[in-house]
């Protein structure tokens, strides 16, 4: 797993570990406006994947996540990979939201979280990635710059004692297994 909530040796601080999801790809606007947008079966397979992915690198403590309807299920896609019980905040809030506005809600958290999992839409949630994405492997940071398709996520690890002082840290990006070139 990466970092999580060890000390960095360099600055002798706790770390955070950040999971910024853009939720699964959803199916057309119809009637029910885009609050309402539901999963393709496409987006629910995507978003299983990505949990599993998630799994195999970090174990977040808490979920922060948007209230429309496919980033609601995009995490209930990915649950059966997450720790059981895992406690989940829905928020307007994260509706559209700005990477401000999404980084806000983040310095919320409860500072017994040392990893944190939050779904979104973009732009806001591929913007705050690439603001937080201050280090980490080449290949990453091309990838978080190049765009945020749906689905992928990016872990970064925040050296931060609280989640208060969320700022700028380490990043490892990935996307679903299929790897598509567009979304």
Known sequence: MLG??????GTGRS???LILMRHAKAEPAAGQGDHGRALSRRGQAEALEAGRRIAALARPGAAL??????????LDCAAPALPAGLPRRFTRALYGA???????EVRETS?????????GHNPGIGDLARRLAADG???????VAAGFPTSCFAVVDLPADSWKEAGPGRLAFLLP???RSGA
């Open 4 to 9: 999580g909530c060890s000390p960095d040796v």
């Open 15 to 17: 770390m955070r570990q």
């Open 65 to 74: 996540v948007s209230d429309s309807a496919r980033t609601r299920q995009t």
């Open 98 to 104: 700005t990477a401000n506005a999404i980084l806000a």
């Open 111 to 119: 500072p017994e979280v040392a990893c944190l999992l939050v779904i």
């Open 137 to 143: 492997e080449a290949e990453a940071l091309e990838r």
């Open 177 to 179: 297994a299929d790897e």
